[in-house]
């Protein structure tokens, strides 16, 4: 079945740095990835809509210069969280979907972001 | 605009009992819907989609358009049925590819 691997799967840093967070697909091609943040107890929010070869689709209320997105291979996306703060300290989930228009996404394990 | 509700946030059942997890939704188009599962310590994961009609480890879905829900339902829960499920949406037209998600309910089947 399709796998989508996220990388790192836990990450501690201090107020300030960025961190890059990877999605990759890893036995299909995907055109499109999406990132989600979910917050404890509560659902999935996606932030923005990752478009191989183009500027990715961001939500509404999600700040473009603050998570950098970049999808520049058909396997893999990345998101970066810049100049990070506490308040920036969610769960971070991506997701693939195969080519076709009847096909499900698939998840990443996420990864979870602890800023002090 | 797509929305989708899951009422209850948490829910128990004994081992045997029928369990309905209930899911309704918004959208003026048709609509995909799917529900994920998240076991504990483990990704989310396709349980079923509306379009493949199909029943996945005992559950089944079905869309009800004039109710606009797609409860999920189980007649025997079993314990390994505990875990979170999640409700959701795949809109078309612009927002084709994009998933709004239910609030989530945890399911707790007890012994």
């Known amino acids: 079945g399709a796998v989508v691997s996220q990388h790192p799967s836990w990450v501690i840093c201090k107020s300030g740095t960025s961190v890059k967070i990877e999605c990759r697909s890893l036995?299909?091609?995907?055109?499109?990835m999406f990132w989600y943040r979910q917050f404890p107890k509560q659902s999935l929010m996606l932030m923005a809509t990752s478009n191989e070869g183009s500027k990715a689709t961001y939500e509404q209320g999600v700040e473009k210069d603050k998570f950098l997105i970049n999808h520049a291979s058909l396997t893999l996306s990345t998101l970066t969280v810049t100049s990070a703060h506490p308040e920036d300290s969610s769960f971070y989930i991506c997701?693939?979907?195969?080519?076709?228009?009847?096909?499900?996404?698939?998840f990443g394990d996420g990864t979870r972001l602890s800023i002090l | 605009a797509q929305r989708v509700t899951q009422p209850e946030k948490l829910l128990s059942v004994f081992k045997g009992a029928p369990v309905e997890l209930k899911c309704n939704y918004s959208y003026s188009g048709s609509p995909e819907l799917f529900w994920y599962v998240q076991y504990s310590r483990q990704r989310l994961q396709l349980l079923l989609r509306?379009?493949s009609r199909e029943s996945i480890k005992g559950f089944t879905a079905d869309l009800n358009k004039g109710e606009t829900s797609f409860h999920l339902k189980k007649p025997f829960a079993q314990e390994e049925d505990s875990a979170m499920y999640y409700c959701a949406l795949r809109g078309g037209g612009t927002s084709y590819g994009k998933l709004t998600f239910g609030q989530g309910t945890i399911l707790t089947v007890h012994p």
């Open positions: 509306h379009i």
């Open positions: 997701s693939a979907r195969p080519p076709g228009s009847n096909q499900p996404q698939h």
């Open positions: 036995d299909f091609q995907a055109t499109t």
